[in-house]
C-alpha cells in the first residue's frame, strides 16, 4: 500500500472522529448611527420570521465571528494571535472594533477588488481581450476605489462617462471588457453591473431604447500596440453632412428624455441611474453586499432584479436602501450594519427544521469558500506559495510567487488548482459564474493529492509551531486548531488526539503533518459558518 494512499485512510478516520461537534475611521455615519440602523434591520427580519413563524437561531459565539468576519470582510482566516487577542478582549464593542479595523485593511480592497473584477469581467484572454497592461490598470483603479472607500455613486459615474486610451484611463475597459461592441451588449452590461438586472430578458423595444445611451461609442486604435481609444462621438450614424439634431431617448423606467446634438447621452443615462430615488441603483448594490455576507440576495438571484421576483425580506430591503443613499452610498456604513446586527450574528444551526430557515435569514447559511479563498487559506496555513501562470506570453502578466490568489489582477491568470475549485471564467460577469459546488475530484484532491502533502512537509508553518511550543503537544494542537479552524480544540477532540499519539498512530512530526491534513479536509475548515 503507498504512503499516501494508506495515509489517507488514516485521515479519513481522524475527520471522522475530529470536529463532529465543533459547527453547534467611518467617513459619514458615527458607529451610534450604525447601531440605530442595525437595531433597524433586525426589526426589518425579526418581523418577517414571524410572520413565518421561523425562529431565529442563536447568537454565534466569538470563535465563529471572528472567522466568519474575517472571511466576508477580507477573504482570510485570522492568525492564532487575532483570535487569541480577540478571545481575551472584554470589551462589550469588541465585535464592531474588529469590523472596523478589517474594513481600514488592505485585505478588505483586496477581497473587494476581487469581486468587483469578477463583475465587471477583468480578463486579458479570449473572448474578452482586454490585454495584460490595460487589465492591471483597470484592477488597480478598483483597488484604489476600495481602498479610498469612494462613493458608489461616482465609481459607476466614472465608468459610465469615460473616454479615453484603454492604457491611461483605466474605466474606459468597461466598454472593452464585452463580448461584442454593440450597443444592446453594452447595455446589457451596464444593466447587469449596475441594476441587478437581465436587459436581455426585456421586451426588443425596451432593450433597444436602453441600447440608444450607449449607441455613439467610437473605437479607435493608437500606434502603440493593444492600446485603444474609447470616446463618445456625435457624429456617429451620421449620414453624410447632414447636421446634428436632438434626440429624444426613452430610459429603463418609460420616461422619455430630450438630448442635446452634441451631449453625451451616456451622461444623462448616469444621472437618471444616480439619483436617490432611483428604484434600481441602491437595490442592486445593498442586495449584492447582503449575498457576500450570507450567500444568497434578499432578491434571489442578485442578477436578476425585476417586479415578478420580489424580495424575501421587502422592509430589510427598504432600510438597506435608504441607510446606503443616507450615508452617501458608503460601503464600509452598509457593512458595518450588517455585520453588526443580530441576524448576522446568528448561529449557522438553525432553531428549527424547517427547511425555510436559511432561505429567510433565520440563521447564518453555510456555503463553501471560493477557490481563491480556500487556495489562499491552505497556502498561508502550510506557509507555501502558489504559481499562477497565463498563456499570454506578455511581461506584464509576471506573478510574484507570493501573491495571494485574491489579488490576482487578470482572470487570465491562473492554476489548476484554481480552476479545479470554481474559479469564475469572467466571461459574462454573472454571479452563477462562480461554481462553488464540491466535486469528487475536489474531495480527492484534498484528501489524498501530493501537492497538499507537500505543502505540509515543507511548509514552514508547522517547523515554527515546534519550535515555538517546544514540542508540548497540547500547546501545538492548540495552535494548529486556532491557525487552521480559529478555536481551540474541545475536551473530547484532545482526548481522540492523545489516544492516537499513545497508541503511536499519530507520532513525531509525522502526527502534526497528519493532523493539519485531517483538518484541512473537515466541513468546519472548507465551510464558512
Known sequence: MSTILSRTLLLTALCGMICS???????????????????????AVFSRLKQLKLQPAERCSDEVYIRRVYLDLTGSLPTADACRSFFRNE?????SDLVDELLESRAYADYM???????????????????????????????????????????????????????????????????????????????????????????????????????RIRYKPSREWKEEIVFFDPTLGRKGTAPLKSRTLRLPDGKEVLVGAEQDP???????????????FARSAVNRAWAWCFGRGIIHDVDDLRPDNPPSHPELLKVLQAEFSISGYDWKHL??????????????????????ARSYFACYPTRRMEAEVLIDAINEI??????????????????????????????SISSPALEMFGRPSRDTGFASERNNRPTPTQRLFLLNSSQVLRKLERGSLLRSIQRRRKGKLKDIVNELYLRILSRNPTTEELGVIYGLSK????????????????????????YRH
Open 91 to 95: 470589551k462589550p464593542t469588541k465585535r
Open 335 to 356: 457593512f458595518r450594519i450588517i455585520l453588526d446586527s443580530r441576524v448576522y450574528q446568528q448561529d449557522s444551526m438553525p432553531a428549527s427544521q424547517d427547511a425555510r
Open 21 to 43: 461537534t465543533s459547527w453547534a475611521q467611518e467617513r459619514n455615519s458615527p458607529r451610534r448611527s450604525t447601531r440605530a440602523a442595525s437595531a433597524r434591520l433586525d426589526r
Open 113 to 215: 477588488a476581487l469581486r468587483w473584477s469578477d463583475l465587471l469581467r477583468i480578463k486579458s484572454e479570449f473572448p474578452i481581450n482586454l490585454w495584460p497592461n490595460a487589465s492591471q490598470a483597470y484592477y488597480e483603479w478598483i483597488w484604489k476605489s476600495f481602498r479610498d472607500n469612494k462613493p458608489h455613486d461616482r465609481f459607476v459615474r466614472e465608468i459610465l462617462v469615460s473616454n479615453g486610451s484603454n492604457f491611461r484611463v483605466a474605466t474606459v475597459n468597461f466598454y472593452r471588457a464585452l463580448q461584442n461592441k454593440k450597443p444592446t451588449t453594452i447595455a446589457d452590461a451596464v444593466a447587469l453591473s449596475f441594476m441587478g438586472a437581465r436587459a436581455d430578458k426585456w421586451p426588443a423595444g425596451r432593450r433597444a431604447d436602453m441600447a440608444g445611451f450607449f449607441s
Open 382 to 411: 502550510t506557509g507555501t506559495t502558489e504559481s499562477y501562470t497565463s498563456m499570454i506570453p506578455e511581461p506584464f502578466t509576471f506573478i510574484p510567487a507570493e501573491t495571494p490568489a485574491i489579488r490576482l489582477p487578470d482572470g
Open 503 to 526: 497508541s503511536k498512530q499519530l507520532k513525531g512530526r509525522t502526527a502534526l503533518i497528519d493532523l493539519s491534513w485531517a483538518l484541512l479536509n473537515t466541513a468546519e475548515f472548507q
Open 266 to 280: 451616456r451622461e444623462v443615462f448616469a444621472d437618471w441611474l444616480l439619483k436617490p430615488k432611483n428604484p434600481w
